[in-house]
């Protein structure tokens, strides 16, 4: 027997996505037998020597450095993974591209709309895959809920509600890191949470066709990360609320913030269709909600919990007999077996995966929210 292929993989970032990434490039082969290649954690970048090489003995790379250019640049990689804060989504993407690498892109894909085209049109152009890590798609209860949905169970769909909800900026001394900042996360929770509120709503139920939105940064200024005792601004929103029209004629509504009291990673949707509706709560990740109208003519009625375990399920097959739950880290497992898939088999990475066309198209609409909340209109979306 010919030995099986094996892909270099090269992590931009040690935190907590390089963390579940390279996680999820181990573990795959040993779930999805055989896998389509075997990925080696060849090489992990970080900028601060001590962290990246802990995280590299730790994660189990075989080098690490402190300069991006060499591990994209490394000849053993063929996939670069972008699990670097957003203003580091781009140069970085557009070299490995550039450099013929296939490259896996954590969300949102950009700042804003404008870099985000760029990525989307140099993708377009290379012969390499490309892909958001969206994540949720890859949770076998929201992949249930799209193919439902899409096989026309609940027939015409009139809403999409969803919100995403955390809790750790509640405190006004949390610090300013990052994350607060406009010119290096773009937005706060819109991007951060909102974005995968957004995709699951194109996956699930269709495109975007306008949006009303509202943010509102609560807390103003924060003591800096280091120096608690010097206040900056807060550049970004801390909570969004927006209404949302689908071009199927579905209407909704998306909410995200990171001062949800009690919440921590609340990330929960609902379908409503004239035949039924589905629910989804990702602190219940195995389960999926679904109430058919038809039940009400038998005996049953109501809602009824799926637990989303069965061989029949997506993905569920590569793990455990039914009935044994999986985790939030499965997502990632998932998610990489389809790109890596993607790569060695020459696969499309839609319908499943995110393309950067989605990334961008998510961009455009997170643009669109912002754009509605400072004029008070209502914006239509253009592509
Ligand atoms: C933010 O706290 C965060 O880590 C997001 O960045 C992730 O995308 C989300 O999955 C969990 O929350």
Known sequence: MSSPRRIGVAILGYAFMGKSHSHAFKSMPHFFYPPPAIPELVVIYGRTEEKVREAAENYGFKKHVTDWRKAVNDPEVEVVDNCLPNNMHMEPTLEAIEKGKNVLCEKPLARNSGEAKILRDAARKARVKTMVAFNYRFVPAVQLARNI?????????????????QDWLVDPNAPLTWRLRKEDA?????????????????????????????VKTFIGERPLPGNPAKKDRVTVDD??????????????????SRFATG???????????EKGSIEFNLERLNELRVYLKEWE???????????????THPYIKAYWPPG???GWEHTFINEVYHFIKAVVQDEGIAPLGATFEDGYRN????????????????VTIEF
């Open 263 to 273: 919440r921590k990673n609340y990330n929960n949707f609902e379908v409503n269709g």
């Open 297 to 311: 003519r038998g005996s049953i009625g109501g809602w009824n919990t799926v637990l989303v375990t069965e061989k």
């Open 149 to 165: 949905v899409q096989s026309g169970m609940l027939g015409r769909i009139y809403h999409f509600r969803a919100r995403y909800l």
């Open 186 to 214: 773009g937005s706060g929770p819109l991007g951060d949470l909102g974005s995968h509120i957004i995709d699951l709503g194109r996956f699930i139920v269709g495109e975007f066709k306008s949006v009303m939105g509202v």
């Open 363 to 378: 961009n455009v609409i997170m643009d669109a929210i912002l754009k509605s909340a400072e004029d008070g209109k209502k």
């Open 239 to 256: 909570a969004f609320e927006a209404v949302v029209e689908l071009e199927n004629g579905a209407i909704g509504t998306l909410e995200a």
């Open 324 to 326: 044994h739950i999986i």
